[in-house]
């Protein structure tokens, strides 16, 4: 199984990202996906998780809101629609997944599988 997260760059504060994960050499549609972040000198931390079908979605307190995780299960393909970004925002964005937990978490622990990341930085 393999994850290759997306869409990072440089933006301004007050801007949008979406971030791309796309998932290959499994059923996609088996696998609860979530995001998290590392920002520099912390450690990493849940930001949102979406269930198998997709009809169930989860957000850290300070992403609500601003924040959208969505899935295409034909595309093998979780996304992370970010608006209105923060300079706090700053930090490597990495996709995961659940291949075997019942329903979503925010513990890193459950998920299974990692992407490289992807660096989102945002400017004041």
Known sequence: VQLQASGGGLVQAGDSLRLSCLISGHTFSTYIMGWFRQAPGKEREFVAAISRSGGSTDYADSMKGRFTISRDNAKNTVYLQMNTLKPEDTAVYYCAADRYSS??????????????????????
Do not use: A, I, L, M
């Not at 329903?103 to 945002?122: E, F, I, K, L, P």
């Open 103 to 124: 329903s979503y978490s925010r513990s890193q622990n459950r998920y299974n599988y990692w992407g490289q990341g992807t660096q989102v930085t945002v400017s004041s």
